[in-house]
Nanobody
Framework: QVQLVESGGGLVQAGGSLRLSCTASARAFSNYAVSWFRQAPGKEREFVAVSTQSGGTRYADSVNGRTTIFRVNAKSTVYLSMSNLKSEDTAVYFC???????????????WGQGTRVTVSS
């Protein structure tokens, strides 16, 4: 079992930037793929970005080009940096860890509690 704690959410103006953190309490953190998902009010949870065990990345089309996911294994932390934020980025952001890098939320057994991001226009 991996415990994940997200931080860094808050209120941001449209066009602004933020960085979210996901810190894990796990041995061999580098063995886990870590993804970010988000869930807006009334909508299903959706994939945002994934960091694979080898450091590879993949992004949802909706955030590609203005989002970076990167990991610091020595700190057991994965970061999500987003810029040019839009109102449609408003959501609760969750990180998830698993043995397989996937864009499918059902593939992950370990989830954080989420951090809320609100983008004001």
């Amino acid at each position: 079992q991996v415990q994940l704690v997200e931080s860094g959410g808050g209120l941001v103006q449209a066009g602004g930037s933020l960085r979210l953190s996901c810190t894990a309490s796990a041995r061999a953190f580098s063995n886990y793929a870590v993804s970010w998902f988000r869930q807006a009010p009334g909508k299903e949870r959706e994939f945002v970005a994934v960091s694979t065990q080898s450091g590879g990345t993949r992004y949802a089309d909706s955030v590609n080009g203005r989002t970076t996911i990167f990991r610091v294994n020595a700190k057991s932390t994965v970061y999500l940096s987003m810029s040019n934020l839009k109102s449609e980025d408003t959501a609760v952001y969750f990180c998830a860890a698993g043995a397989v890098a996937s864009t499918n939320a059902n593939q992950y057994d370990n989830w954080g509690q989420g951090t809320r991001v609100t983008v004001s226009s």
